[in-house]
């Protein structure tokens, strides 16, 4: 099955500075790359989303890169604030299987203001 | 905007009792799914639901493990005889080919076993 694996962990950041968080995937069959934003005791929220058409996305200060061929993705966040603190997850899906989303270990984003 | 919703919020539960999450997806939707978070792990998943019936399943999703269309609103996941692991945040999410397949969560139902 699908195995996504997410770094870094943590990360930690000064208000104003990206952020990038990178994931891979195994099975190349994957085609769907949602990333989400969970804040502590809250559902994930989805925030950007990537299909395996495309190689970049972006979304005001939200941007997802995907390179197909070596089968990893990335998010990147500029000009952080201090509510972009929260844990983001990737995730992958192979489209076929709908729903059956596979999440990467997440990682613990805080803006220091 | 649409949301799925989730009953109980938080429920605690002796150890080997019956529990029953609830949950309505957005109304057209006609995918549903649950998955489970242990805390401070990653979210998983656990089954997803298609057409009044099971579509696909993980490991986790054994034969304590049920769920159910009972109308035409509500999925529930049901746990037969609960263990203290089985204790987690439930996630119940529906998605749509009309949505791009967007998979939306519930606020999540936190189950502890004691």
């Known amino acids: 099955g699908e195995n996504v694996e997410q770094h870094p962990s943590t990360l930690s950041v000064q208000e104003g500075d990206s952020a990038v968080i990178k994931c891979t995937y195994s099975d190349s069959a994957s085609n769907y790359f949602p990333w989400y934003k969970q804040e502590l005791g809250k559902r994930p929220q989805l925030i950007i989303d990537?299909?395996?058409?495309?190689g970049e996305k972006k979304d005001q200060r939200i941007a997802v890169t995907l390179n197909k061929t070596a089968k990893h993705f990335s998010l990147h966040i500029t000009e952080t604030q201090p509510e972009d603190s929260a844990v983001y997850f990737c995730?992958?899906?192979?489209?076929?299987?709908?729903?059956?989303?596979?999440f990467g270990q997440g990682t613990i984003l805080t803006v220091h203001p | 905007e649409p949301e799925v919703t989730q009953t109980p919020s938080h429920q605690v539960t002796q150890m080997g009792q019956e529990v029953i999450l609830r949950c309505v997806p957005i109304s057209n939707h006609l995918y549903f799914y649950w998955y489970r978070q242990i805390l401070g792990q990653k979210v998983e998943f656990l089954v997803s639901?298609?057409?009044?019936?099971?579509?696909?399943k993980s490991e986790i999703f054994d034969d304590q493990f049920s769920v159910e269309r009972p109308d035409g609103s509500n999925f529930t996941l049901k746990i037969r005889s609960t263990k203290l692991e089985d204790s987690a945040m439930y996630f119940c999410?529906?998605?749509?080919?009309?949505?791009?397949?967007?998979?939306?969560f519930g606020e999540g139902s936190w189950l502890t076993v004691v």
């Open positions: 999410a529906s998605s749509d080919t009309s949505s791009g397949n967007t998979i939306y």
């Open positions: 995730a992958a899906s192979d489209g076929t299987s709908y729903g059956k989303l596979t």
């Open positions: 990537i299909r395996s058409n495309v």
């Open positions: 639901f298609y057409n009044n019936e099971i579509s696909e």
